[in-house]
């Protein structure tokens, strides 16, 4: 039997592929970081990861914590060692989070290719 138009063994990558591209996705030669990530993993006390995802531009390792109160949130970022790599901050400005020590978030912010980055954000 199938589930919708997927053979049913499909169904479950099909779902785990949209949750890592919610975290990281790849598009026109570019590696786009939390583009879509749902308010609800952004409560208090949650921890979104991928470990080493393979990009076309090599390894991708990506953890984003929120702190058990709500008010911090930390992304610790492992990029490729090369291509393009875009931040969008629009999920985490709706969740009311912007960068450390800064009253807005910009839309995007580019990522260092293969430098190991620590980023804080606040509420």
């Known amino acids: 039997k199938t589930a919708g138009d997927q053979p049913h063994g499909w169904a479950a990558t099909?779902?785990?592929?949209l949750a890592i591209s919610?975290?990281?996705?790849?598009?026109?030669?570019?590696v786009h970081l939390l583009l879509a990530t749902p308010r609800e993993w952004l409560r208090p006390g949650a921890s979104n990861r991928l470990d080493r995802l393979q990009t076309s531009t090599g390894p991708l390792t990506l953890a984003l914590t929120v702190a058990a109160d709500g008010r911090?949130?930390?992304?610790?970022?492992?990029?490729?060692?090369?291509g393009k790599l875009l931040l969008h901050t629009r999920s985490l400005a709706a969740a009311g989070f912007r960068p450390e020590g800064q009253t807005?978030?910009?839309?995007t912010m580019t990522v260092t290719p293969g430098q190991a980055t620590t980023l804080h954000f606040a509420r």
């Open 22 to 30: 919610m975290l990281a996705c790849e598009r026109t030669a570019t």
């Open 14 to 17: 099909v779902f785990v592929r």
């Open 72 to 82: 911090r949130a930390t992304l610790d970022l492992s990029p490729p060692p090369r």
């Open 104 to 107: 807005a978030a910009p839309d």
